[in-house]
C-alpha cells in the first residue's frame, strides 16, 4: 500500500487504511498499537480505527486487506484483492492497480471485482 500510495499520490489517488477489528478481541489492534504500527512502516496513507465496525459492514469487507475502490464521486468501483499473491515476486496481478489505472484513463474497470484473502476481520 505505501508503494501504491507513493506511485499514484500525485494522480490524485489516496488510499485509506482502516482498522475494523475488534481490539478487545485482538490486543494488537488497539490504537495505540495502530500509532506504532504507522511510525515503525512509516505509512504515507491515513490509518484509522473503525471503532464499531460500521464501515466494514456496510461496505461487505470479510478480511483484512480487503480492497474499495471509490471514484470521484464516491461510488464503489472495485472490491477485492490487492494483488494475487502475497509476495512481491509471485504478483501476476496487480487488481487493485488495474482497476486504478482504468478509472484515471476514464474507462470502465475492466475487473471489478475479485476474491480478497488475509486474516479473518476480529468482529
Given at each position: 500500500?505505501?508503494?501504491?500510495?507513493?506511485?499514484?499520490?500525485?494522480?490524485?489517488?489516496?488510499?485509506?487504511?482502516?482498522?475494523?477489528?475488534?481490539?478487545?478481541?485482538?490486543?494488537?489492534?488497539?490504537?495505540?498499537?495502530?500509532?506504532?504500527?504507522?511510525?515503525?512502516?512509516?505509512?504515507?496513507?491515513?490509518?484509522?480505527?473503525?471503532?464499531?465496525?460500521?464501515?466494514?459492514?456496510?461496505?461487505?469487507?470479510?478480511?483484512?486487506?480487503?480492497?474499495?475502490?471509490?471514484?470521484?464521486?464516491?461510488?464503489?468501483?472495485?472490491?477485492?484483492?490487492?494483488?494475487?499473491?502475497?509476495?512481491?515476486?509471485?504478483?501476476?496481478?496487480?487488481?487493485?492497480?488495474?482497476?486504478?489505472?482504468?478509472?484515471?484513463?476514464?474507462?470502465?474497470?475492466?475487473?471489478?471485482e475479485t476474491t480478497p484473502f488475509?486474516?479473518?476481520?476480529?468482529?
Amino acid at each position: 500500500m505505501i508503494k501504491i500510495q507513493k506511485d499514484y499520490g500525485a494522480k490524485s489517488v489516496q488510499l485509506l487504511a482502516l482498522n475494523s477489528n475488534n481490539a478487545y478481541l485482538s490486543p494488537a489492534d488497539t490504537y495505540a498499537e495502530m500509532v506504532l504500527r504507522v511510525q515503525e512502516k512509516s505509512f504515507n496513507f491515513p490509518y484509522v480505527k473503525d471503532e464499531d465496525r460500521t464501515v466494514a459492514k456496510a461496505y461487505g469487507a470479510i478480511c483484512t486487506p480487503h480492497a474499495f475502490l471509490l471514484d470521484e464521486e464516491r461510488r464503489l468501483r472495485y472490491m477485492g484483492r490487492i494483488d494475487d499473491s502475497r509476495n512481491p515476486e509471485r504478483v501476476t496481478a496487480s487488481d487493485l492497480r488495474n482497476a486504478i489505472d482504468d478509472l484515471l484513463g476514464k474507462r470502465s474497470v475492466k475487473v471489478s471485482e475479485t476474491t480478497p484473502f488475509g486474516c479473518s476481520i476480529v468482529w
